[in-house]
């Protein structure tokens, strides 16, 4: 019985196959429309995606046709190929600017921008455009009911922004890179004043700014050494309870004792 069962199976799966070739090669494009949307329904998308391609290019301005072009989009979407989603998509708003999907459209557009912004230890390209998307969307539509979901994603990527700045500075004061260390922490400082990091960021600040001067030629230390007294006041007056204040104050000391 259950050789039956699955020798059925293969005939219905061939058949299926079959049936589908033969519609794809064909010219029924109300069949074709038909099978597509079943397709669609039971999350067979890639198939979905030839059907809707050729309907949309046989009647491109017909309601087929656009339901079809958004639908391809959709289908990009769910299967996960998230460029070629926000391709179909911005195409979409391109071909129907006047349809009422297109809210949802631009939403979907900086979703894909979204899903495409990798871990923050990699390149941050998409990130950044993520965030024009998903600030586009807000600015264009401002009532609608996703902007808190807007306003959170980009906070998020923001973020991850922030986290690979932050890691960046450790990393110099890590390799004892002592003047890349102290530039990297001051713009760090400078672009997220707000951040969680911001005291470690500020103690890293001055202590790589101590051993810059102290391996710094002659010429340079009286100016790095009060480069470095003053970084070393504005963390002392901005965190006087600091669990770092008793090493960079044995810093200090040993830069007067040495200069």
Do not use: W
Request: net charge negative.
């Amino acid at each position: 019985m259950k050789r039956i069962i699955i020798l059925l199976l293969g005939f219905t799966l061939i058949a299926s196959c079959t049936q589908y070739a033969k519609l794809v090669k064909g010219s029924d494009y109300d069949q074709k429309y038909v099978t597509a949307n079943k397709l669609y329904d039971q999350k067979e998308f890639n198939k979905a995606i030839v059907l809707y391609e050729q309907i949309y290019q046989h009647a491109p301005k017909s309601l087929q046709g656009e339901l079809s072009y958004y639908r391809m989009a959709q289908s990009y979407f769910e299967i996960e190929d998230y460029y070629m989603a926000q391709y179909y998509y911005s195409s979409y708003m391109q071909r129907f600017p006047y349809s009422d999907k297109s809210e949802e459209v631009l939403f979907n557009i900086a979703m894909c921008s979204v899903r495409n912004s990798p871990e923050h230890s990699l390149d941050q390209t998409e990130t950044l455009l993520a965030i024009s998307n998903v600030q586009q969307f807000v600015d264009r539509y401002p009532d609608s009911y996703l902007v808190d979901t807007c306003n959170d994603i980009i906070d998020q990527l923001h973020f991850k922004l922030e986290l690979k700045s932050f890691e960046a500075v450790e990393l110099y004061d890590r390799t004892e890179n002592f003047k890349a260390a102290v530039a990297s922490a001051e713009v760090f400082l400078e672009n997220y004043s707000r951040s969680q990091f911001v005291e470690k960021a500020h103690y890293i600040l001055v202590k790589n700014s101590y051993f810059l001067t102290i391996n710094s030629v002659a010429s340079k230390k009286s100016e790095r050494s009060a480069q470095t007294n003053e970084r070393f006041r504005n963390f002392a007056l901005r965190y006087e309870s600091s669990p770092y204040l008793k090493e960079l104050a044995s810093y200090i000391a040993a830069l007067e004792k040495n200069l």
